[in-house]
């Protein structure tokens, strides 16, 4: 098995740039993909694929990838932006899924 | 739009067996391009892949939890189903199932979760 390793929280004000880190191995092979989770609610896809932002994602979300690290930038945060964020990836065979252990997003 | 929503008791007494079922409903479970998951959160804690998997029965299992956990699917029904056996407090969670790509692994619509309290 592997990990995926995000820190637990990040803090911004409005109209700043968040960057939010993961890193692990499978990382250099695999893609990440990114999830942003709201209090009481089911997690909603943000990035795939890195970089990619699935339909109805605001422009502000992006994600890049440097080896071992991924990194999904914020820019522009707004107050709804404040959320816990998490990582995912899988293995070479795409059957085993993990996930980072989230960061907290506070928007100061 | 395809909607998933799971059922089932939402307190088991430790060391009994946590049964779920998901129900897939506007689009087919027998889908070549997906897998179905499931995925638990401890309350205030973070996400969890419990296992996955495929209409033709193919199952992948979180190896942390492989020894406890069966996943089924009945086609027939479009569900497919949980159980995790000898629970302890630490399997109090929220659990959701979710569909899972093939080529790009992710989950891409999730059921809206379901709290389960294990507890004598």
């Known amino acids: 098995s592997y990990e995926l390793t995000q820190p637990p929280s990040v803090s911004v004000s409005p109209g700043q740039t968040a960057r939010i880190t993961c890193s692990g191995d499978?990382?250099?092979?695999?893609?990440a993909y990114w999830y942003q989770q709201k209090p009481g609610q089911a997690p909603v896809l943000v990035i795939y694929?890195?970089?990619e932002r699935p339909s109805g994602i605001p422009e502000r979300f992006s994600g890049s990838s440097s080896g071992t690290t991924v990194t999904l930038t914020i820019s522009g945060v707004q107050a709804e932006d404040e959320a816990d964020y998490y990582c995912?990836?899988?293995?070479?065979?795409?059957?085993?899924?993990?996930f980072g252990g989230g960061t907290k997003l506070t928007v100061l | 739009q395809l909607q998933l929503q799971e059922s089932g008791p939402g307190l088991v007494k430790p060391p009994e067996t946590l049964s779920l079922t998901c129900t897939v409903s506007?689009?087919?479970?027998?889908?070549?391009?997906?897998?179905w998951g499931w995925i638990r959160q401890p309350p205030g804690k973070g996400l969890e892949w419990i296992g996955s998997?495929?209409?033709?029965?193919?199952?992948y299992y979180n190896p942390s939890l492989k020894s406890r956990v069966t996943i089924s699917v009945d086609t027939s029904k479009n569900q497919f189903s949980l159980k995790l056996s000898s629970v302890t407090a630490a399997d109090t969670a929220v659990y959701y199932c979710?569909?899972?790509?093939?080529?790009?692994?992710?989950?891409?619509?999730w059921g809206q979760g379901t709290l389960v309290t294990v507890s004598s």
């Open positions: 995912q990836s899988a293995d070479s065979s795409g059957t085993s899924v993990v």
């Open positions: 499978a990382l250099s092979k695999q893609y």
């Open positions: 979710a569909r899972l790509t093939t080529v790009i692994p992710h989950f891409d619509y």
């Open positions: 998997i495929y209409y033709s029965g193919n199952t």
């Open positions: 694929k890195d970089s």
């Open positions: 506007g689009g087919s479970i027998s889908s070549r391009n997906y897998y």
